[in-house]
């Protein structure tokens, strides 16, 4: 599974990277706001520390003004992926740009059937929003599973982009359905490496180590 980092702050895009733990990047107009910066300037910052998929993200409502706009977000890099939201201006959106040979990545997905259109509009990636479906009682990784076995039945090359992942427990679960990408907020990554038993063992070991006197270096 490849990892997305869900940000568009720099800095830590560059800290991941430099770990090998980002395959890609996604944006949309809430981190675009929360960075404080120009989206064609940030963008193509990001676009510049990573080799993968960097996804931005049109905000026209119109079809025509969506391809215009995904047109020029194109031009900032060869990486970009233009995301445009499940509505059906942006399937229309999808069907254009994709024949254009643009990668795309239609968001705010939240059914197996938004999922089964967006494939027949040619989209590079499908985001299915696990944690907003959690936030109203709904399983969201329930989603994911139902998109994979539709994708894997039909044989659609659409890859499953599971977003909004909030926790360590969804990645997991994410890999274990087969999602072929997901994409999350580097605290959510960072907290990947975390488990309390490796903590104790460390503290132990270290104790330990003081009691022998010793030194490596």
């Not at 869900?6 to 895009?13: F, M, N, P």
């Not at 026209?60 to 047109?71: C, F, P, S, T, V």
């Not at 894997?152 to 926790?167: E, W």
């Not at 990947?192 to 104790?200: C, Q």
């Amino acid at each position: 599974m490849r990892f997305f980092v869900d940000t568009a702050d720099v800095e830590a895009i560059a800290e991941l990277n430099d770990l090998g733990m980002v395959d890609g990047v996604t944006t949309n107009p809430s981190l675009i706001l929360k960075s404080g910066r120009d989206i064609l300037e940030v963008t193509k910052e990001i676009c510049g520390i990573v080799s993968g998929p960097v996804s931005a993200e049109v905000v026209a409502l119109k079809a025509e003004d969506m391809i215009a706009e995904g047109r020029k977000l194109a031009e900032i890099a060869e990486n970009i992926a233009v995301k445009v939201p499940l509505t059906w201006d942006g399937l229309k959106t999808c069907k254009v740009l994709s024949g254009e040979g643009f990668m795309v990545n239609v968001t705010l997905c939240f059914s197996a059937n938004q999922a089964l259109l967006a494939a027949k509009a040619g989209a590079t990636f499908i985001s299915p929003f696990i944690g907003r479906l959690d936030d109203i009682n709904l399983d969201g990784l329930e989603l994911i599973g139902d998109i994979r076995q539709i994708y894997d039945n039909y044989g659609f090359d659409t890859q499953i982009l599971a977003a909004s992942v909030r926790t360590a427990n969804h990645v997991t679960q994410c890999a274990l359905i087969g999602a072929d990408v997901m994409t999350a907020p580097p605290n959510v990554i960072k907290a990947m490496a975390s488990h309390v038993l490796t903590d104790k063992g460390l503290d132990q070991f270290m104790k330990d180590w003081a009691k022998t006197g010793q030194k490596i270096l």
